[in-house]
């Protein structure tokens, strides 16, 4: 109880915090919803994830999926707010400035929410097998991107990588989660009984899934409706329009694998990796890797 309603407590902070940031944007006669850059679309990230764990939590129970699930909105916040990612509020560019933005954003944030639950259920599946390279692998798999971007961006600042303080700062951050999540393995290769059954955890990760591809499928499409109103074109092979159908496509698969070959098991979890790891490139990676109309984002 008492791990629920401090998660409770953080969620009800980050609620306030993005209601401020929302406030303090009309006072300076900007007046947007703060879903526009990085910094304030992974702290809305960040929220979505633990309102989706809460809600599950709230139906169903298991309270275990949380320390993984709130583990992500933790790495989440801690990535924005270490790697110099600009927290501060400005005027919306000309092509955000559409009441499309805050649908598009929304459906699409809490779709990847979504999957990132289902993602941290599919670690537990695999800790309940006590398949150790497995889980060492998708313990570390969410931090590797970060880290690379944090190499690409910062890389230049001074010669000796070590000394820049963002990039030390996050050498710590992924340091601690990775930690964490190897911690995890060890307590639950002994506990294991903590956990909910594997055909549990199997279903609770479809259940995820089944919240998410709705939510991405409709985000796609706000985002072609968006596209249209901004550049005159419903779909144009932006690096982010691409990535992002790629994971629909994932998460496609999965459903189908599920209902109609009836998979079960490990191959639908890693599935559900593959699916977790293509959000992680078509946020992190399309917008610091490739360029295109989404850069600014």
């Known amino acids: 109880m008492a791990a629920t309603l401090i998660t409770l407590g953080g969620f009800l902070v980050n609620t306030a915090a993005i209601g401020v940031r929302w406030v303090e944007s009309y006072k300076m006669g900007f007046g ?178 089944a919240v998410g591809f709705p939510l991405l499928t409709l985000g796609i499409l706000t985002g072609a409706a968006w596209a249209n109103y901004a550049w005159g074109t419903y779909w144009s092979w932006d690096p982010k329009e691409t990535w992002s159908l790629i994971t629909w496509f994932v998460y496609a698969a999965f459903l189908h694998a599920r209902f109609t070959a009836g998979w079960r098991g490990k191959g639908l979890a890693w599935l559900s990796v593959i699916g977790f790891g293509a959000v992680v490139f078509t946020y992190w990676g399309v917008n610091y890797v490739l360029s295109g109309l989404h850069s600014y984002a």
């Open 32 to 209: 947007y919803v703060p879903l526009s850059n990085m910094y304030e679309s992974m702290v809305f990230f960040a929220w979505s994830t633990v309102l989706i764990y809460l809600i599950f939590e709230y139906f169903y129970g298991y309270k275990a999926i949380g320390v993984l699930a709130t583990a992500l909105g933790f790495l989440g916040i801690a990535i924005v707010s270490l790697t110099g990612v600009s927290s501060e509020i400005q005027p919306l560019v000309p092509a955000l400035q559409s009441n499309w933005l805050t649908a598009h954003v929304v459906t699409c944030f809490i779709g990847y929410a979504a999957f990132a639950v289902s993602y941290a259920i599919c670690i537990l599946y695999l800790i309940k097998t006590k398949d150790f390279k497995q889980v060492l692998i998708l313990s570390l798999h969410p931090l590797v991107l970060p880290l690379l971007v944090s190499f690409i961006k910062y890389g230049n600042i001074k010669p000796n990588l070590i000394t820049a303080d963002n990039l030390v700062a996050m050498w710590i951050v992924t340091a601690v989660v990775g930690a964490a999540f190897f911690g995890l393995y060890l307590l639950f290769s002994k506990a294991d009984d903590l956990l909910p059954p594997l055909k549990v955890l199997d279903e609770l990760s479809y259940k995820a899934v």
